[in-house]
């Protein structure tokens, strides 16, 4: 019923710049938070940032400062704009959405299929 598709992923030297999206479609009433996680191999997935639908967000320590979530309501879409990227952000970053479905009287979570970000030093 709802799909979550990210893009925007890919290889940047450190210190460069990087922009995330992920657009959810489907029978798709509202959508409540908006996040991004990330899993490096061997390592536990974390949450990176969220963003709530009013415009509340919070970030992990480690990117604070230098990544910025945002959403667009019209197109159903959350973004990750990371900057200052350094060789520790190289994983690979999921989306994740609670989301009013159409026909059901509670929300919903899903996740998107990940998209690998690469920072050489």
């Known amino acids: 019923q709802v799909q979550l598709a990210e893009s925007g992923g890919g290889l940047v030297q450190a210190g460069g710049s990087l922009r995330l999206s992920c657009a959810a479609a489907?029978?798709?009433?509202?959508?409540?938070?908006m996040a991004w996680y990330r899993q490096a191999p061997g390592k536990q997935r974390e949450l990176v940032a969220f963003?709530?639908?009013?415009?509340?967000?919070n970030y992990a320590d480690s990117v604070r400062g230098r990544f910025t979530i945002s959403r667009d309501n019209a197109k159903n879409t959350v973004y990750l704009q990371m900057s200052s990227l350094k060789p520790e952000d190289t994983a690979v970053y999921y989306c994740?959405?609670?989301?009013?479905?159409?026909?059901?009287?509670?929300?919903?979570?899903?996740w998107g299929q990940g998209t690998q970000v690469t920072v050489s030093s």
């Open positions: 489907g029978s798709i009433f509202s959508i409540d938070t």
């Open positions: 963003i709530t639908s009013g415009g509340i967000t």
């Open positions: 994740n959405a609670d989301v009013e479905v159409r026909g059901w009287s509670s929300a919903r979570n899903y």
